[in-house]
C-alpha cells in the first residue's frame, strides 16, 4: 500500500483482517521523517513496514522510522513507470518506491518456495535480509536491508 496518514483504526483493521486471511501486506513506512508508529497503515499490526535507502546505504531523510519498521528497500532516484503512455518513465524518491521492491521479494519468494502465512513471509523477510549495515537509523529502528537470497537457502 501506498497510502499513509494519521492513526486510524478502520484502516489498521483492514489490514490485520487482510492478514488475517492470509494476504501479504506491504506498506509505505511514510515520508515524513517521523516515527512510523504514528502512520496508518504503517503502524498496523500485521503489516510490513518498509522504509526507504539511499545508494550509500543510509536511511532517506524523509524517510520515515520507528520500532513498527519491518525492513528498509531502495527509495530514492528510482525510475519508475508513469502516467499518460506506456513509454513514459520518471525518476522518483519515496517509501512508495521502497516497498515494491518488498512486494516483488515476496513473490519471488513464493514462486521458489511456495506461499506461507503473513508473519512467517515477514519473519524470512527480516531472516535474510542484511543486518546493521544501514546508516543513519535511529535508535529502535530496525537496522535491516531487504536482501534476496540466491537460490540455497533454509525456508
Given amino acids: 500500500m501506498s497510502i499513509c496518514g494519521l492513526p486510524n483504526d478502520l484502516v489498521d483493521d483492514g ?3 487482510l492478514t488475517a ?14 516515527d512510523a508508529r504514528d502512520i496508518s497503515p504503517a503502524r498496523a499490526p500485521g503489516a510490513i513496514t ?9 536511511r532517506a531523510i524523509f524517510s520515515n522510522y520507528g520500532p513498527v519498521l519491518d ?5 530514492v532516484d528510482i525510475m519508475s513507470a508513469w502516467i499518460g503512455n506506456p513509454k513514459v518513465t520518471r525518476v522518483l524518491d519515496g517509501t512508495s518506491m521502497a ?6 521479494m515476496i513473490a519471488c519468494f513464493i514462486s ?3 506461499n506461507v502465512e503473513p508473519a512467517k513471509m515477514a519473519e524470512r523477510l527480516k531472516r535474510w535480509s542484511s543486518k546493521d549495515i544501514l546508516s543513519n537509523i535511529p535508535h529502535g529502528t530496525p537496522n535491516r536491508l531487504a536482501h534476496l537470497p ?3 537457502i533454509s525456508t
Fill in 15 to 17: 489490514v490485520a483482517l
Fill in 21 to 34: 486471511a492470509g494476504v501479504h501486506v506491504v506498506v509505505a513506512a511514510g515520508n515524513n521523517g517521523i
Fill in 50 to 58: 518498509v522504509g526507504a535507502t539511499n545508494v550509500l546505504d543510509q
Fill in 71 to 75: 525492513i528498509f528497500a531502495p527509495g
Fill in 99 to 104: 516497498a515494491p521492491h518488498i512486494s516483488g
Fill in 112 to 114: 521458489r518456495y511456495g
Fill in 150 to 152: 540466491g537460490r540455497s
